[in-house]
């Protein structure tokens, strides 16, 4: 199997090029480079970890087509579809390829003779976080969720990688920048391991027009810019806010979920967000909002079973 730095050392300066990144003995990944005629940072930039979120996958095609390798220092490595299979036959969040129909995105940092979805993660850890120096990993709200536009960055990392990380999302135009503890996915597992990176939602419910996907090569330009790749100021979004506290809600039993508030709504300590009823009526679980904030995303469908992530919000600072 061809490693990744080995397509890589092949690349030429002043090339845009595509590539498959055979990954794993019975997977392939579409890559593509381009590379300038300086040296300079080298940014990842990723899409279709969940296949069914399409503004990030719109966005990868659009941004690659539009750089001019003559004018940039460096290197950025589009990942157009890191879960083809996902994006092909529709599936929410899973890999169906996968024997277990993981999550791709929590699962890092996989496992090198685990199911597909983990050999996968492992894989991406052992070869691509080496070659780079920050990843911007794409998404939005599935097919099932309503979505606030947002990015996370990782708190439990070095300070440096976080700094670097903070720093680039203060200048996106996204109103929320949230703190986050995961360090299970593609970018926060990455963030663990020393390599700055974002995840970055955009869209909701399975949907994208182009409005949003402009919002997104946005956000691409701002990296490309603060990483010195492409030419250009970046400036700080004054309006962006920071969250330091956000609650994840899951369902605790199968059942009807009646929802009461959408992405982006300012909720009340108190306030009722969302009910699940069993086929009777009967009250299974109320969601209470615990302190002042905003609704980050949530779940659209009316039947969730058990564990299903119900919503979550985060207090505004
Ligand atoms: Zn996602």
Same mark, same amino acid.
């Given at each position: 199997?061809?490693?990744?730095?080995? %397509?890589?050392?092949?690349?030429?300066?002043? @090339?845009?090029?595509?590539?498959?990144?055979?990954?794993?003995?019975?997977?392939?990944?579409?890559?593509? !480079? !381009?590379?300038?005629?300086?040296?300079?940072? !080298?940014?990842?930039?990723?899409? +279709?970890?969940h +296949?069914c979120e399409y503004v990030? %996958?719109?966005?990868?095609?659009?941004?690659?087509?539009?750089?001019?390798?003559?004018?940039?220092?460096?290197?950025?490595?589009?990942?157009?579809?890191?879960?083809?299979?996902?994006?092909?036959?529709g599936k929410k969040q899973?890999?169906?390829?996968?024997?277990?129909?993981?999550?791709? $995105?929590? %699962? #890092?940092?996989?496992?090198?003779?685990? @199911?597909?979805?983990?050999?996968?993660?492992?894989?991406?850890?052992?070869?691509?976080?080496?070659?780079?120096? #920050?990843?911007?990993?794409?998404h939005g709200g599935d097919i099932d969720e309503d979505m606030q536009d947002l990015? #996370?960055?990782?708190?439990?990392?070095?300070? @440096?990688?976080?700094?670097?990380?903070?720093?680039?999302? =203060?200048?996106?135009?996204?109103?929320?920048?949230?703190?986050?503890?995961?360090?299970?996915? #593609?970018?926060?597992?990455?963030?663990?391991?020393?390599?700055?990176?974002?995840?970055?939602e955009i869209g909701s419910g399975g949907k994208f027009?182009?409005?949003?996907?402009?919002?997104?090569?946005?956000?691409?330009?701002?990296?490309?810019?603060?990483?010195? %790749?492409?030419?250009?100021?970046?400036?700080? $979004?004054?309006?962006?806010?920071?969250?330091?506290?956000?609650?994840y809600v899951f369902a605790? *039993?199968d059942g009807f979920w009646h929802r009461m508030a959408k992405a982006g709504d300012?909720?009340?300590?108190?306030?009722?967000l969302g009910e699940i009823k =069993?086929?009777?009526?009967?009250?299974?679980?109320?969601v209470?909002?615990?302190?002042? +904030? !905003?609704v980050w995303y949530g779940q659209t469908g009316f039947g969730v079973s *058990?564990?299903t992530h119900l919503l979550a919000y985060?207090?505004?600072?």
């Amino acid at each position: 199997m061809r490693k990744l730095q080995e %397509i890589l050392e092949k690349i030429k300066p002043q @090339t845009k090029s595509k590539w498959e990144w055979q990954i794993l003995p019975e997977l392939k990944m579409p890559v593509w !480079v !381009v590379k300038g005629n300086q040296s300079g940072k !080298v940014l990842a930039i990723s899409a +279709g970890v969940h +296949g069914c979120e399409y503004v990030g %996958i719109a966005a990868v095609k659009r941004a690659f087509e539009s750089l001019d390798a003559d004018k940039i220092s460096g290197m950025i490595l589009f990942f157009p579809l890191i879960n083809a299979a996902g994006f092909y036959q529709g599936k929410k969040q899973i890999m169906p390829l996968d024997e277990e129909r993981k999550n791709l $995105n929590r %699962i #890092f940092p996989g496992k090198r003779d685990g @199911t597909l979805a983990e050999r996968l993660a492992h894989r991406l850890e052992e070869q691509l976080y080496p070659e780079i120096d #920050f990843l911007l990993d794409l998404h939005g709200g599935d097919i099932d969720e309503d979505m606030q536009d947002l990015l #996370f960055f990782s708190e439990n990392v070095s300070k @440096t990688v976080r700094d670097v990380a903070e720093n680039i999302a =203060s200048c996106m135009p996204i109103p929320y920048r949230l703190c986050s503890q995961a360090e299970n996915g #593609f970018y926060s597992r990455a963030a663990k391991m020393g390599t700055p990176a974002l995840l970055l939602e955009i869209g909701s419910g399975g949907k994208f027009c182009d409005e949003e996907v402009i919002r997104c090569l946005e956000c691409i330009e701002v990296a490309q810019r603060a990483l010195g %790749i492409v030419q250009g100021e970046v400036s700080v $979004n004054q309006e962006q806010k920071c969250s330091q506290r956000t609650e994840y809600v899951f369902a605790a *039993s199968d059942g009807f979920w009646h929802r009461m508030a959408k992405a982006g709504d300012r909720v009340k300590k108190g306030d009722v967000l969302g009910e699940i009823k =069993s086929l009777e009526d009967v009250l299974l679980q109320r969601v209470i909002a615990k302190f002042d +904030g !905003v609704v980050w995303y949530g779940q659209t469908g009316f039947g969730v079973s *058990s564990q299903t992530h119900l919503l979550a919000y985060g207090a505004e600072e």
